[in-house]
Each structure stands twice: as C-alpha cells, then as structure tokens.
Nanobody, 127 residues
Framework: QVQLVESGGGLVQPGGSLRLSCAAS????????IGWFRQVPGKEREGVSY????????YYADSVQGRFTISRDNAKNTVYLQMNSLKPEDTAVYYC????????????????????WGQGTQVTVSS
C-alpha cells in the first residue's frame, strides 16, 4: 500500500538548520509530484513547498522562499526539505503528501490536491 514516512524533525535553535526526509513506498515514485505542508494546532494546514515528478519544477511559500530547498532522489524514493535560517514561526508538524493524478486548476498549496499523507514530524524552533 502507499506509504509516506517523514523523518528528521526535532528541536533546533533559531537560525539553525534541519533536513526533513519523506520516504515513499507502494507506488511508482517517479510518476508523482510531492508536497510538503505544515500545521500548528488551531490553524489550517499550510503548503510549504512542492516538487514535480522529475524534480525540475519546484515551488515555495513566500514565508520560506530563500530559506528552504526541496529536492528528490528518485533512485531512493525520497524527497528532502532542507530548512535553513529557521525561525520560531517555523515550528509545526511537517507532512509530506503525494499529488493526485489528473487534478487541474488547483494550486500546489491546497491540501485537496493530494491523496496520501505521511504521519508528520515535529519541528520545534526555540532557544
């Protein structure tokens, strides 16, 4: 079955870095785009970044542009999110998700564009 497993979260000081991983299984990984989202209690899930199936197309939320970098290794069925210059407002549970096929006219940052989600990994930025 389709599985997405996030890892790499943790506690980091402001200005620090973390690299999140999203390991995929149960489907043909290189056919699918992957998105990263984050969520804090009481708020809606927020789109953070997106990478197309080949890795050539990438998008970022304005709040992380220039600080986060998304990449993928199709040989390892894994997507990465390198997070630098972290801020306390980056604190959230981070999720990766698989984009649905043949869904048009919906921005990458909308959760409804995705069909499978990981369980999430906690990122806490605090001194």
């Amino acid at each position: 079955q389709v599985q997405l497993v996030e890892s790499g979260g943790g506690l980091v000081q402001p200005g620090g870095s973390l690299r999140l991983s999203c390991a995929a299984s149960g489907f043909t990984f290189y056919y699918y785009a992957i998105g990263w989202f984050r969520q804090v209690p009481g708020k809606e899930r927020e789109g953070v970044s997106y990478i197309g199936s080949s890795g050539r197309s990438t998008y970022y939320a304005d709040s992380v542009q220039g600080r986060f970098t998304i990449s993928r290794d199709n040989a390892k069925n894994t997507v990465y999110l390198q997070m630098n210059s972290l801020k306390p407002e980056d604190t959230a549970v981070y999720y990766c998700a698989r984009e649905r096929k043949r869904v048009y006219g919906i921005s990458w940052s909308f959760p409804s564009k995705y069909d499978y989600w990981g369980q999430g990994t906690q990122v806490t930025v605090s001194s």
